[in-house]
């Protein structure tokens, strides 16, 4: 596609539920980088794949959290029993992996609100 | 991972030159310098990114000392919709993961 997509933009749920959280890549992007900002804050790194593979997951916060990419291309973020500090913006960004040019390209996060 | 360390806020007026420093005392050797810019319930934007000496585009230009360890991001006659949070960030380019810092709020006003 032209850009990242991200789905839902918004997600309210309650405490202790399960939620899944959605990005398409641009096209043909190798690597795939997911962030999460709370208010006020710059994003903080979750987790990088490159290709199928998670190649860096060091930014979990958690083993409730947990990312998948099994074709190489979309990307499922899980989260399990969830917590009210959970909220925040969850973003997610891809770049070609080798080009240094153009940097990485964000979608517009989805908003987790956790009640 | 290098840190950075760059002004929390700045303000600046319609048609001035607004120039951001950002600090990154322990480069190294293999990083980049990228500047990315952030609308509120949007996510980062690609501004620009460097290695050494000065680069321009249609945006913006950054100026890299010779010892790399600061970075100045000079935004040329802004105007009220380039109010938004400038991070600075080193790191290999697009590859591996960005640390991002809090930013420079940058507030123009008319």
């Known amino acids: 596609g032209a850009g990242v997509s991200q789905t839902p933009s918004n997600k309210v749920t309650e405490k202790g539920k399960y939620v899944e959280l959605r990005c398409d890549p641009i096209s043909g992007h190798t690597a795939l980088y997911w962030y999460r900002q709370s208010l006020g804050q710059g994003p903080e790194f979750l987790i990088y794949?490159?290709?199928?593979?998670?190649?860096?997951d060091s930014g979990l916060p958690n083993d409730r959290f947990f990312a998948v990419r099994p074709e190489g291309s979309v990307s499922t973020l899980k989260i399990q029993r969830t917590e009210r500090g959970d909220s925040a913006v969850y973003l997610c960004a891809s770049s070609s992996g080798t080009d240094n040019t153009y940097g990485y390209t964000f979608g517009s996060g989805t908003r987790l609100t956790v009640v | 991972l290098a840190k950075t360390t760059q002004p929390i806020s700045m303000d600046s007026y319609e048609g001035q030159e607004v120039n951001i420093t950002c600090s990154h005392n322990?480069?190294?050797?293999?990083?980049?310098i990228t500047w990315y810019q952030q609308f509120p319930s949007q996510g980062p934007r690609f501004i620009i990114q460097g290695y050494k000496t000065k680069v321009t585009n249609e945006v913006a230009s950054l100026f890299i000392p010779a010892d790399r360890k600061s970075s100045t991001l000079s935004l040329p006659r802004v105007s009220l919709s380039d109010t938004a949070v400038y991070y600075c960030l080193v790191g290999r380019g697009s590859q591996g993961n960005l640390i991002f810092g809090k930013g420079t709020k940058l507030s123009v006003k008319p």
């Open positions: 322990n480069i190294a050797t293999n990083d980049y």
């Open positions: 794949f490159q290709g199928t593979g998670a190649a860096d």
